[in-house]
């Protein structure tokens, strides 16, 4: 059977990706740091050895990317239901998040082969969530309906496959980036990456907030 290795991710375009960093970041320079993780992260699928690999994206190809890079379109209202559409358009994949530019192809090839002998694998993000997650076979409850982009969301998708009867493994964590601290901590995690490069370029703020310097509602959590 072969498995895929897919990137979700939104087109890098100003004013459509990474607006949590914004502030300090212009607009402009959000979607510069997230063109430049995505680059890093096709640089990993690239070096991966796989036969299939795709982009799930939210906007159009950008010039950059391989021709040897499949694309499909998302499909849905929120994550869990792209995420579902990912599959159902891909089959069994490896899916993985566009803004951890840090990943490495080790990282990739272990989910892959834990997929020879696991259901699914998940790998975690310390806010929570997941930076990936992969199924074996496309299991049309596997996702929908699980809560994203919450600090729960990873319990909630362990608890989902344990009810769905799937078997997963997890992979390293990892730090995606939504604050400008994550921004901060990822680049000095890979220092030689264009989204390192990309961030020094930018001239930000050495020291920022907790929350990367974004105005907060009042009850917001912080």
Not at 115 to 141: E, K, N, T
Not at 147 to 161: C, E, Y
Not at 169 to 197: I, K, N
């Amino acid at each position: 059977m072969t498995v895929a290795v897919a990137v979700m991710a939104k087109a890098p375009e100003s004013g459509r990706v990474k607006t949590r960093l914004c502030p300090p970041c212009t607009p402009r320079q959000a979607a510069e740091l997230a063109d430049a993780a995505l680059r890093d992260v096709i640089s990993a699928m690239l070096a991966t050895p796989v036969a299939r690999r795709v982009a799930a994206l939210d906007g159009l190809r950008p010039r950059w990317l391989p021709a040897s890079v499949e694309v499909v379109a998302q499909r849905g209202a929120g994550l869990d239901e792209r995420l579902a559409a990912a599959f159902a358009d891909i089959g069994p994949a490896l899916i993985i998040a566009g803004d951890t530019p840090q990943v490495r192809p080790d990282d990739l090839v272990a989910g892959l082969r834990a997929l020879r002998s696991y259901d699914a694998v998940l790998g975690p993000a310390l806010d929570g969530g997941y930076w990936a997650i992969g199924l074996r076979r496309v299991h049309p409850r596997a996702v929908r309906g699980v809560p994203m982009s919450s600090p729960l969301t990873l319990d909630a998708q362990r608890t989902r496959l344990a009810a769905l009867g799937l078997r997963w493994s997890e992979l390293r964590a990892l730090r995606d980036v939504d604050a400008v601290t994550d921004a901060v901590a990822v680049a000095e995690e890979c220092p030689r990456s264009r989204f390192a490069c990309a961030l020094a370029g930018l001239n930000l703020p050495t020291h920022v907030p907790p929350d990367g310097g974004r105005p907060r509602r009042r009850g917001a959590p912080r």
